[in-house]
């Protein structure tokens, strides 16, 4: 796994990000031809640990580059942070993926993943950053009562 990719590189080149609350609910960055959405899926209460919470409705927005960078720029702070990595996926864990373009070597695309502690400042950062983007008042991502 290469965490180490500098901010300015995930800026100019497009990357497809996808974050995991601590819920199971997924946002996604995606660049789609001309266009770069945010992808909302929630989960459903029969994926919930408690079957009953729900994510709510999916939400596709399109949003604007500057958007993009804000995010990327976020999710690199959390890349860089290392204590706010946990090496398990406990309840509340937010898990953070990236791929990386394509190299120009092998043809292929490289995947990444971490995960972010519970209570972590770049977990939070994301989260509130993401629902921004929505523009809507998503579930709060705090992790389900059991």
């Keep these: 796994m290469n965490a180490s990719i500098p901010v300015s590189y995930v800026i100019t080149d497009m990357y497809n990000w996808i ?12 660049q789609q031809n001309d266009r770069i959405e945010l992808i909302y899926e929630p989960v459903q209460p ?8 729900s994510g709510g409705s999916s939400v596709i927005r399109t949003i604007s580059r500057k958007a993009y960078d804000e995010a990327a720029a ?3 702070r959390a890349i860089e942070n290392t204590g706010a990595h946990c090496n398990q996926r406990t309840m509340g864990t937010g898990t953070l993926q990236w791929r990386t373009p394509a190299s120009s070597v092998g043809g292929q695309s490289e995947y990444n993943q971490i995960l972010l502690s519970y209570r972590s400042r770049e977990k939070q950062n994301i989260e509130d950053l993401l629902q921004k983007l929505l523009g809507e008042n998503m579930p709060d991502s705090s992790p389900e009562p059991r």
Excluded: I
């Excluded at 029969?46 to 919470?53: D, F, T």
């Design 19 to 30: 974050y995991v609350d601590g819920n199971g609910n997924t946002y996604r960055l995606e």
């Design 46 to 53: 029969a994926l919930s640990s408690s079957g009953v919470y």
């Design 74 to 76: 976020a999710m690199q």
